[in-house]
């Protein structure tokens, strides 16, 4: 049982469990870290209630709590005495968030109703125990019968997911059950459409550009998930294709996946890495890139990208985001005015980490480990890079 207190301006006031609040303890702790009461106009140390600056007391320690891992706990706070009825549909920590939320080059939002012309490919659902973390993949096929130009992507994915990677594949034989894979691995031999970390995601691209899916396409679908609750969750993900006509297509668009593997973050420390200058190959010079995506582990604070001619020049920002969430980290959209790199040149890329562990962190594919990459949408196709300073260099 846990016990929720509420200081609002100064006064402690009890409250009933009703409304969720989400309470993140770091990995590896030893025990939970305390908790304090918050003064008017402070940042919640955990959260706050109906984006409230609050403070939580909570005690005693839940049965649940271990070390070794970051646990989720959901609690309920009714504030009828402080603050009267809350809605049920109003956004908060660990409150409902609606249907959909934001993200994709375009955004999205509402609830999403797929057109009678688009196609879906599904993974799971599958139960996931409590306390675990994996990678699993599926190989569908589209189900279409003639080439098909996919203007549109929408990623929907379940609870426990941390990433959602869709693969166009040259797979002869399905695979639907899911079954266990490295993540971000097959980014080196099968070029992906779409990475999502965002529960509701959407990829539109620009006018007259689109991916193009052979008849009976294969598509691989590989989902990274974290039950970092109490009790069994389901994980499932479902990516949609949606058209534009064939006699609408310019180009084809194709994606860049870029980073450093060069981490190593002390514990209980503050950390940056870069600007490393991550060249792009000549074959690309000319190339328009119309979204961005950065992407890092629990102890990310930030990803910022420049548009350069070299290490030491000036750089432009392309993914530059403020207040930067590593579990939903947006993108950003140049569809309107995709925007060049100098002939020749690359990018820069800069990763930062506040590391609250007591173990120094470093690269790996665990939410446990760090990463600094990030990926851009481009066209026209020139083929799929992948560059990992550290690890494999530009293929």
């Not at 529960?199 to 193009?212: E, H, I, N, Q, S």
């Not at 939410?367 to 026209?380: Q, R, S, T």
Request: with cysteine; charged share 15%.
């Amino acid at each position: 049982m846990v016990r929720v207190t509420v200081e609002i301006e100064g006064e402690d006031r009890p409250a009933r469990i009703a409304e969720p609040v989400s309470l993140y303890f770091p990995k590896n702790s030893r025990q939970p870290p305390p908790l304090k009461p918050l003064q008017k106009g402070d940042s919640p140390l955990f959260g706050g209630v109906n984006g409230r600056s609050v403070g939580l007391n909570v005690a005693p320690v839940p049965s649940g709590y271990h070390g070794g891992m970051r646990l989720f706990i959901v609690l309920g706070v009714l504030l009828a005495s402080a603050f009267g009825c809350g809605d049920s549909n109003s956004d908060g920590p660990g409150g409902s968030g609606g249907s959909a939320g934001t993200g994709g080059a375009a955004g999205s939002g509402g609830t999403f109703v797929p057109p009678a012309d688009s196609f879906s490919v599904k993974w799971g659902p599958t139960m996931v125990p409590a306390g675990t973390e994996g990678t699993q993949c599926v190989v569908k096929r589209v189900g279409n019968e003639q080439p098909v130009s996919i203007h549109e992507i929408h990623n929907s994915l379940g609870a426990t997911s941390h990433h959602f990677i869709v693969y166009r594949v040259n797979d002869t034989e399905e695979r639907p059950e899911p079954y266990p894979c490295a993540p971000f691995t097959d980014t080196l031999n099968d070029p992906p459409l779409m990475i999502t970390q965002r529960t509701d995601d959407r990829l539109t691209l620009p006018d007259g550009v689109a991916y193009t899916i052979e008849p009976a396409q294969m598509i691989r679908l590989e989902l990274h998930y974290i039950n970092v609750s109490a009790a069994p969750q389901m994980a499932e993900a479902t990516s949609t294709f949606i058209p534009m006509p064939e006699e609408e297509v310019e180009h084809e668009a194709d994606v860049m996946f870029m980073g450093d593997t060069n981490i190593q973050v002390p514990a209980m420390t503050e950390a940056t890495l870069g600007p490393s200058f991550i060249q792009v190959p000549t074959r690309f010079n000319g190339v328009n890139y119309f979204a961005i995506t950065g992407h890092e582990h629990q102890w990310g604070t930030d990803v910022y990208v420049e548009a350069a001619q070299d290490q030491g020049g000036p750089g432009t920002p392309v993914y530059d985001v403020p207040n930067f969430q590593w579990d939903e980290p947006e993108t950003v959209s140049y569809n309107d005015a995709p925007f060049t790199v100098p002939d020749g040149g690359g990018f820069k890329l800069t990763c930062e980490w506040n590391n609250r562990s007591d173990s120094t962190v470093r690269f790996g594919t665990s939410v446990d480990d760090e990463m600094c990459f990030f990926w851009a949408y481009y066209f026209p196709s020139r083929g799929p890079l992948v560059c990992a300073a550290g690890l494999t260099g530009c293929n």
